[in-house]
């Protein structure tokens, strides 16, 4: 997935100045004294931006563009945004799924699908990304926990017999703190995060609350990172 780390781990304070909390979300883009950290709420991002979600995951395609996949409406929805530019964030698809119930995204399979687990019974699908604005949802028989398989090479899964179960996330709130001043200043708060994700190579972390989707930017690692695509372009 072009270096793209998926992960739902708490942010240190020293990198982004992530910590719980109970505030309000701000709605306006807010910015770090040096303007280095950057926060956009779901006013600043496409109206299907500020729909619930359920989970969410990124996925690169061969071109170097980068999607935010965020599944909404219990699994009867599909969203996509084109988020190679953190500052031009834009909804690429929105369309019905006939889906069986909420999901999870849990694993990619390959470069070109996504595997994905029904919260209630079990099950499991395979939703196929070789077009980009046109997934294909399959749901697969097998019952067997491939979110636990092991990879065999780059076309193989070795797994047990033992069935998936889900385990709901745990809701946070969590607060984005700019500590380039003497005192940490509170720039926004997000609540209620039950999913996150970050684009290690942007710097771009994705949180999805119970308000919607809420980016934080990092400028400097988006500076950095057009630098080496204009290198390696020049090469």
């Keep these: 997935m072009n270096k793209i780390i998926q992960s739902a781990i708490v942010l240190s304070l020293a990198t982004v100045g992530l910590v719980f909390?109970?505030?309000?979300?701000?709605?306006?883009?807010?910015?770090s004294r040096y303007k280095d950290l950057v926060v956009m709420g779901v006013h600043d991002l496409p109206e299907q931006a500020q729909a619930k979600g359920n989970s969410l995951f990124l996925h690169s395609d061969n071109s170097g563009s980068t999607y935010l996949y965020i599944e909404q409406q219990h699994g009867?929805?599909?969203?996509?945004?084109?988020?190679?530019?953190?500052?031009?964030?834009?909804?690429?698809?929105?369309?019905?799924?006939?889906?069986?119930?909420?999901?999870?995204f849990v694993r990619p399979l390959g470069s070109g699908a996504e595997l994905?687990?029904?919260?209630?019974?079990?099950?499991?699908?395979?939703?196929?990304?070789?077009?980009?604005?046109?997934?294909?949802?399959?749901?697969?028989?097998?019952?067997?926990?491939?979110?636990?398989?092991?990879?065999?090479?780059?076309?193989?899964?070795?797994?047990?017999?033992?069935?998936?179960?889900?385990?709901?996330?745990?809701?946070?709130?969590?607060?984005?703190?700019d500590i380039s001043a003497e005192n940490p200043v509170l720039l926004a708060t997000v609540k209620d995060v039950k999913h996150l994700v970050t684009n290690e190579e942007t710097g771009t972390t994705f949180f999805l609350g119970s308000e919607g989707l809420t980016v934080v930017r990092r400028i400097?690692?988006?500076?950095?990172?057009?630098?080496?695509?204009?290198?390696?372009?020049?090469?």
């Design 76 to 104: 009867e929805r599909l969203s996509i945004f084109d988020v190679t530019d953190p500052a031009r964030i834009r909804l690429l698809v929105s369309e019905s799924l006939q889906a069986e119930g909420a999901f999870d």
């Design 220 to 235: 400097s690692i988006e500076n950095g990172h057009k630098v080496r695509q204009m290198q390696m372009q020049g090469n």
């Design 116 to 177: 994905v687990a029904f919260r209630d019974g079990g099950r499991m699908a395979v939703l196929d990304l070789r077009k980009v604005g046109k997934p294909v949802f399959r749901t697969i028989s097998n019952t067997t926990n491939l979110a636990e398989a092991a990879k065999l090479g780059e076309s193989g899964l070795l797994s047990t017999n033992e069935p998936y179960s889900y385990g709901p996330a745990v809701a946070r709130d969590y607060r984005v703190l």
């Design 21 to 31: 909390s109970a505030v309000s979300t701000q709605a306006e883009v807010l910015h």
